[in-house]
């Protein structure tokens, strides 16, 4: 297929699905969920299971206007200095429940801003965490960094308790794309923020880009990715912008007319994807470009990659926990979301022997057959549907209706459906694969009721 008629198929389908990052997807979580289910769900978990940990840290010192995230915006470091007091009373909760017996394969801090955390706080929480969990020796401890906050001191904090993956929050290197969103950040603050790091001893570190920002145009986004090379990541992100002005006022501050149409995001991706792909990048899922000796390369050519919240991931846990307001942590049994509410999380973190718990999710029905397809095709663009749909003794009839949403793809030639049951997304059609995904999703209103989540392309 020539590229602009794959294009044309592709946006035709465009409309707004979640980024599966969980199945459900969060809105429909139940509010009010019991605190006391989430702990029946912790103290069945087998012993030595692993465990992936989440800590969010929402405070950040100026609000980007494209920002998604749960944070909040302080120039003080007094709310930030108490937050971390709250975390490590959870930690240890968590910890004295759990009984030190699973192991820690993976430690994550995200954000809003951890690099808001002064050093001796970071060491604080990393304290806390070994002396409430066994870490495996080869445990992934990872760091959402902005650049603009990052200094020797701070990386010479993170190499020494152990950090070894950074992940740089870069956006884009174009001074007009980067000032209509209120972040200032040139290359050289980027490049240094890189040096410092590497200089701790810290090697992994990936770029996070977006692309449809305001007034980014190929040109742009071909000059950004050429700067972004000469810092030599080991993975990439591009991700979506996912404007939802409804959703975070923030975003209303975009005008509408600096935002590139969908056609243009379609182009900006590829643009984007060409110039990493033909720098030695692999494509990973919807949004990962990776070099082939990276561990996430490897888990693609394994069959073991997978998605949870912090999207793609070669380190398959038992179950994540995480910490923090707006934290939510994933069980064999289903999902559970903190509290965004900071009264409500310092009430009971401190007073309370239950999680901070406010909405979450049992899994039901045929949500975890549903869930494993839509992870296979996020992750592989590949699933066997009539396999997964046995292993969990579903009837087949179940799957009419996917099947059926399925079809026009199939006739538009993004994806192909073999007599055994194999559903393969057309490498070049990648840009549909939400969409597709959305087809086993039970889930999704229809189209016309409010939009909750973001376009798709
Ligand atoms: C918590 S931030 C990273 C750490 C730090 N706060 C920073 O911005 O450098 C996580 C990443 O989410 C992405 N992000 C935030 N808002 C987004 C949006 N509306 N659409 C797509 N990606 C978004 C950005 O790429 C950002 O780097
Ligand atoms: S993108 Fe990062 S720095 Fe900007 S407001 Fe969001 S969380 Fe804070």
Request: negative net charge.
């Amino acid at each position: 297929m020539q590229d602009f008629d794959i294009k044309r198929k592709i946006l035709s389908y465009d409309r707004a699905v979640p980024r599966y990052t969980s199945y459900p997807a969060a809105p429909v979580f139940q509010a009010e969920f019991p605190a006391e289910t989430v702990t029946g769900w912790i103290d069945t978990l087998k012993d030595g299971s692993h465990l992936s940990l989440y800590v969010h840290v929402p405070f950040c010192p100026k609000l980007c206007h494209y920002c998604g995230c749960f944070t909040h915006i302080t120039s003080r470091y007094a709310p930030v200095e108490d937050y971390v007091h709250l975390l490590r009373r959870e930690i240890s909760k968590m910890g004295a429940r759990m009984q030190n017996k699973h192991v820690v394969t993976h430690l994550h801090f995200g954000g809003g801003s951890p690099t808001m955390l002064l050093p001796q706080d970071f060491r604080l929480l990393m304290d806390t965490f070994r002396e409430f969990f066994t870490f495996s020796d080869t445990a992934e401890i990872a760091v959402e960094v902005d650049p603009r906050h990052m200094n020797e001191d701070l990386a010479n904090t993170y190499g020494d308790v152990g950090v070894n993956r950074i992940s740089l929050g870069v956006q884009d290197f174009d001074d007009k794309v980067m000032e209509t969103v209120n972040r200032v950040q040139p290359f050289d603050v980027v490049y240094e923020a890189v040096r410092h790091l590497r200089a701790a001893g810290i090697q992994d570190f990936n770029l996070d880009f977006i692309y449809g920002l305001p007034y980014q145009t190929v040109r742009s986004m071909t000059r950004s990715m050429d700067y972004a090379l000469l810092l030599k990541p080991s993975r990439f992100a591009m991700y979506g912008y996912a404007h939802v002005p409804w959703k975070k006022k923030n975003m209303r501050l975009i005008p509408d007319e600096s935002l590139p149409n969908n056609d243009e995001r379609y182009d900006l991706f590829l643009t984007g994807s060409r110039i990493l792909e033909e720098a030695g990048y692999r494509s990973i899922g919807i949004d990962h470009f990776v070099k082939d000796t990276d561990d996430m390369a490897i888990a693609q050519k394994d069959g073991t990659l997978g998605r949870n919240f912090q999207g793609y991931t070669n380190i398959a846990p038992d179950a994540l926990i995480g910490f923090g307001v707006s934290a939510i942590s994933q069980y064999p049994q289903g999902y559970a979301q903190n509290t965004t509410a900071s009264h409500s999380y310092q009430e009971t973190v401190l007073h309370s022997d239950l999680p901070p718990i406010s909405k979450g999710y049992s899994f039901k029905g045929e949500d975890i057959a549903r869930k494993s397809i839509i992870d296979q095709l996020m992750c592989d663009l590949r699933v066997n549907l009539f396999e997964v749909w046995a292993s969990f003794g579903h009837d087949l009839s179940k799957l009419d209706d996917s099947l059926s949403l399925l079809k026009p793809f199939i006739a538009d030639g993004l994806a192909s459906l073999s007599p055994d049951g194999v559903l393969q997304i057309a490498p070049e059609a990648r840009q549909s694969v939400r969409i597709i995904a959305s087809c086993f999703d039970e889930y999704l209103p229809p189209i016309e009721t409010t939009q909750r989540h973001s376009m798709a392309v």
